[in-house]
């Protein structure tokens, strides 16, 4: 998979390279490439946003920069595959859409600071917007961290053998919350761990995790 993130603050992302899921898969299932818009900028002095029309507080990153960015990656703002602006009105990133873009070949992400995307970044140059969250954030890297992160943990060898299937499992009721885990001891400070962990019926322990974790799902969406 090609991932290709533009973004203001590139070496925020050197971290991920370093570390799993991201470092096991890189250079193998997964290319992940880093564009900084102050290099494509056709505005003096690596300029790239500008105060918004109407007034208000901050700045918007400019329509012409995101264009001069895709074109100078791709030849095109409009380069065919699923471009994705990350902003916090977008479709809320659950387990069911990482799933849906780590099948995808290619994929770019628009990060923004400050105000975010002047709106015709939006509606011409992504093909998608999406949101970790309905909060604002000093900036998009933060949110393109999350999604390069859950979609690397889906890639083949990214994980021990097994894991991507249980968490699948924890997971598979429309991306709901995962149940609860215990380890050992058994009782700490009169904390116990709950009876049918530890009564080796398997049924019975796949039927409490299944209730503990529609029970949390509810809870969040509250």
């Avoid at 070496?11 to 818009?37: D, H, I, K």
């Avoid at 500008?50 to 918007?60: L, S």
């Avoid at 796949?206 to 509250?222: K, M, N």
Wanted: hydrophobic share 45%; charged share 25%; glycine share 10%.
């Amino acid at each position: 998979m090609q991932l290709d993130v533009f973004t203001l603050v590139p070496q925020a992302f050197g971290w991920m390279t370093e570390r799993p899921p991201v470092s096991t898969v890189l250079g193998t299932e997964l290319e992940l490439r880093l564009f900084n818009y102050r290099e494509a900028t056709p505005l003096r002095a690596g300029q790239v946003d500008d105060d918004p029309y109407g007034g208000g507080a901050g700045m918007v990153l400019r329509v012409d920069v995101v264009a001069a960015a895709l074109e100078g990656a791709y030849g095109s703002a409009q380069p065919g595959h699923r471009v994705i602006a990350l902003a916090p009105g977008g479709r809320r990133l659950d387990q069911r859409l990482v799933e849906e873009l780590a099948a995808e070949p290619r994929l770019s992400l628009l990060s923004a600071r400050f105000e975010g995307f002047d709106e015709r970044i939006v509606q011409n140059l992504a093909t998608d917007v999406v949101s970790i969250g309905p909060y604002v954030l000093s900036g998009g890297e933060l949110p393109a961290m999350v999604v390069v992160d859950a979609i690397a943990r889906l890639l083949p060898g990214a994980l021990a053998e097994g894991s991507s299937e249980h968490e699948s499992f924890s997971l598979e009721l429309d991306g709901g919350v995962e149940y609860p885990h215990y380890t050992r001891p058994a009782e700490f400070r009169g904390w116990a761990v709950p009876a049918v962990l530890l009564s080796g019926d398997h049924a019975r322990i796949d039927a409490w995790r299944r209730e503990q974790s529609r029970l949390r799902t509810v809870e969040v969406s509250l």
